[in-house]
């Protein structure tokens, strides 16, 4: 994710990093040479002259658009689902925390103090680390101990596994008298607010946008973007190349954006800062138990969290 302070009107044109630009250069160079191309052969291939105007390209282009704004409206629904189920686990952590703190009495028997915090912080790791397919070890290791990390790893769901074992802890302060129903049934609620958004990730992971859908668009985009020229050197002449090459940056951006943002979880740019959300619900939920919190993430190079 791109965390940066607004530029001015001028410095935004010329904005690089974060911008999809880098990734769509080869084919804004493709696009170019076809100009030129259509541009030093008057629109002739083999000595024939292709007869386009720009009558059909007006037609078919807003009909491109409405359908780029549907994959665009699709892949931003993703990212911002994904956000706000994030959202909703620092909310439940927090929830839960200030619950477990204030209603169970630090005299109850099998009472750990910090145990409950840190399988929470373990889980919103476990979490991360499953959506983006990475190693959680080392934050298990740090959070619960080399041995508890090393029976996780043998499990599939790790997330899920954290949550039962909060509940499980719940479950022996009930059954020791030091929750009332009403207080377990509060504090249960959160925990299956959390579960739901595990689901919630677990379902935007595996149901990508069905792939029919990029083929299409991605066809459509290059042969409009690669018959273009031919339609505009009669009317435009020498300014094909430049005309030609801005509308396929447009167009070529769209659909590299909503690629990138239909995955919320990568690493690319303009994906969700996973690193630095879990950062933030580990600081929430310590400082709630009156520890000393870790440094909050910062921007990396160019301005960007991940």
Partial sequence: MIIRPAPNWFRMLFVWHGSVLKAIIPQLAFMT?????????HGRILGEKIPLNTTPFTLCGVA??????FRNNASYERY??????WGNVLISARALISQFRNYVPASA???????????????AYALKHELRHSDPSVDFTRLLGAEQAAALGTRVFRPIVLLDEVRRHLAALKRAGALSDTQLWMMDQ???DLGAAVGGCERILATPIPFAYGVLLHRTVYAYCALLPFGLIDSIGFATPLICVFVSYTL???EAIASEISDPF?????????????CTIERAV????DEALPPATQPGPHYQLT
């Fill in 33 to 41: 040479l076809v100009s030129v191309l259509a541009m030093c052969t």
């Fill in 64 to 69: 491109l658009t409405i359908f780029l704004a």
């Fill in 80 to 85: 911002w689902e994904a956000r706000r189920l």
């Fill in 109 to 123: 028997a099998p009472f750990e103090n910090r145990r409950v915090p840190r399988l929470l912080i373990a889980f």
């Fill in 190 to 192: 959160q925990i299956n």
């Fill in 252 to 254: 070529l951006a769209l």
């Fill in 266 to 278: 990568g690493l690319a740019p303009n994906n969700l800062a996973l690193d630095a959300m879990t």
């Fill in 286 to 289: 310590l400082e709630l138990c």
